[in-house]
């Protein structure tokens, strides 16, 4: 968490020295701590996923998924203190956040309900389903950060692409690996028994929620919504409701 949390504050730091503490310098600021908070937020996104699929190798870092979930959060205070220093310096740019906030707020209770006497009172169960929607939540918050937003803004694909695709290829590519850590999973489940089925119901219940969270938080940030971002919006808000479905089915 400190470390986390250092780097961040160096980064805003070093940014803020060099472009100024004025709109400029906080925009820079605000793109290169969101970078260093999802590299952290990967982690802890799709470690579980890979000791999954490819073994014992990477168990260290599932065993390390708390670690790097606590690591982003705390990273990522610098980054919302950023974005509320441009509020203060353009009050007529505080609006249309409803999606990234939600996304703080799912960050946060997340880092509350690690602590095991409040995961505990929660229950496994509710534990796994929120767990697995808040980190669906914020991996499309971070789409909506590398593609959708950017593409909306942007023409210019070459320059969208050095400065955005590897982030968005990491994202993706966490995704994938939840999705095939899901379905091997599933695929070595014979029956459903009782409590399987209503943990169905349930989960149907948290994705609707999730989905309608979603919209709104779109509907919210990008009235004009291209095709492309549609597409990729769409395909990473299905695969987070079957990951929050296939968490409240498993044991």
Partial sequence: ????????????????????????????????????????????????????????????????????????????????????????????????????????????????FSIPGFREALGPQLWRAYCAAALEYIALAFAADFILGPLQATQAIKHWALRYLPFVLLLIGGVGLRLAARLRGDSRRSRIDASAKMSKLIATSVGLLLLASIAIGLWDLFPGLNRLAAAVALVLIAAGIFNVWGALNSN
Avoid at 25 to 39: K, M, N, Y
Avoid at 84 to 105: E, Q, S, T
Wanted: net charge positive; proline share 1%; aromatic share 18%.
């Fill in 1 to 112: 968490m400190a470390v986390g949390f250092f780097v961040a504050l160096v980064l805003a730091a070093v940014v803020l020295a060099k472009y100024g503490v004025r709109e400029r310098g906080a925009a820079v600021g605000l793109q290169l701590t969101a970078r260093w908070s999802f590299l952290l937020f990967w982690f802890a996104y799709a470690g579980s996923a890979m000791a999954r699929l490819f073994g014992a190798r990477f168990d260290a870092l599932a065993r390390r998924g708390r670690d790097f979930g606590l690591a982003y959060a705390s990273a990522h205070v610098i980054h919302v203190s950023l974005v509320l220093w441009i509020f203060y310096l353009a009050p007529d740019k505080n609006g249309g956040m409803v999606f990234f906030w939600v996304g703080i707020l799912c960050t946060y209770l997340l880092a509350l």
